[in-house]
């Protein structure tokens, strides 16, 4: 059984955002983004024979930003050099969209997460890298 999985979320990051209310209803406005990403993870999965992680899972997760255009040659080379995004989103906000999205596909229930490292960077090519591992494989040898 695979001890890991990985995948790539190509476009901007996306963080999760607050339910929202209107005409006293509450509604989450990031229904559509959530859905797109559960189908791509699902497909991934399925195209693969993946089955989910069970146990204790850890997580990396690499959002890459792209660069402002209106940045001048040399600040963007220095952003590719560096780096680190330091504006919002936050990275929790982003580690809880994605990890919403991959419950009950890649796992179980995102409790199931027992540590986790996520990094901002910009990149000339936005995307969102993850990578799940068993931690339960990886004390065991």
């Known amino acids: 059984m695979k001890t890991s999985l ?3 979320i190509n476009g901007k990051p996306i963080a999760k955002q607050r339910h929202r209310v209107h005409n006293g209803i509450m509604y ?3 229904s559509k983004e959530k859905n797109e990403c559960k189908k791509l993870i699902s497909e991934i999965m ?4 993946l089955r989910p992680l069970e146990g ?11 660069i402002p255009q209106s940045w001048s040659k040399k600040k963007r080379k220095e952003a590719l050099e560096k780096g680190y995004v330091i504006t919002k989103p936050d990275c929790d ?9 991959m ?6 229930d995102d409790a199931q997460i ?17 990578e799940l591992y068993s931690l339960e494989e990886i004390e065991e040898t």
């Open 6 to 8: 990985s995948f790539i």
């Open 28 to 30: 989450d406005p990031q």
């Open 46 to 49: 399925a195209k693969d024979d």
């Open 56 to 66: 204790a899972i850890g997580a990396n997760i690499i959002a890459k930003f792209p």
């Open 93 to 101: 906000n982003l580690e809880k969209f994605y990890l919403d999205c």
């Open 103 to 108: 419950n009950k596909i890649a796992y179980d």
């Open 114 to 130: 027992a540590e986790i490292f996520t990094q901002k960077i910009y990149d000339e090519e936005p995307k969102t890298e993850i």
